[in-house]
Nanobody
Framework: QVALVESGGGVAQPGGSLRLSCAAS????????MGWYRQAPGKERELVAT???????NYVDSVKGRFTISRDNAKNMVYLQLNSLKPEDTAVYFC?????????????????WGQGTLVTVSS
């Protein structure tokens, strides 16, 4: 069983910052591409940022220059630094990952989701 647990959400003022963390636990071989998604009230879940094992990053246009995704492979952690926050960034943020596991049937890649952490941007 592999689990992703997010932390770091909370309330921030417009222009403020937050840092989200995602910790992976369980039995797995490696975390492959990891990402952060968000879902605002009444809206569909959207991809915010991704990072490959080698550190290549990709962002949705609305957060470019404001958010930074990073990872610590030794600690099995993924982070999302949120700067210059705007009210429209208010959402539940989910950690997502493609996780390489090894079972009796051999290697298998699982897609795993965290439970989400709420970010509220309000004055």
């Amino acid at each position: 069983q592999v689990a992703l647990v997010e932390s770091g959400g909370g309330v921030a003022q417009p222009g403020g910052s937050l840092r989200l963390s995602c910790a992976a636990s369980g039995r797995f071989v490696r975390l492959n591409t990891m990402g952060w998604y968000r879902q605002a009230p009444g809206k569909e879940r959207e991809l915010v940022a991704t990072i490959t094992t080698g550190g290549t990053t990709n962002y949705v246009d609305s957060v470019k220059g404001r958010f930074t995704i990073s990872r610590d492979n030794a600690k099995n952690m993924v982070y999302l630094q949120l700067n210059s926050l705007k009210p429209e960034d208010t959402a539940v943020y989910f950690c997502n990952g493609l996780v390489l596991t090894y079972t009796r049937e051999g290697f298998r890649t699982l897609e795993v989701w965290g439970q989400g952490t709420l970010v509220t941007v309000s004055s």
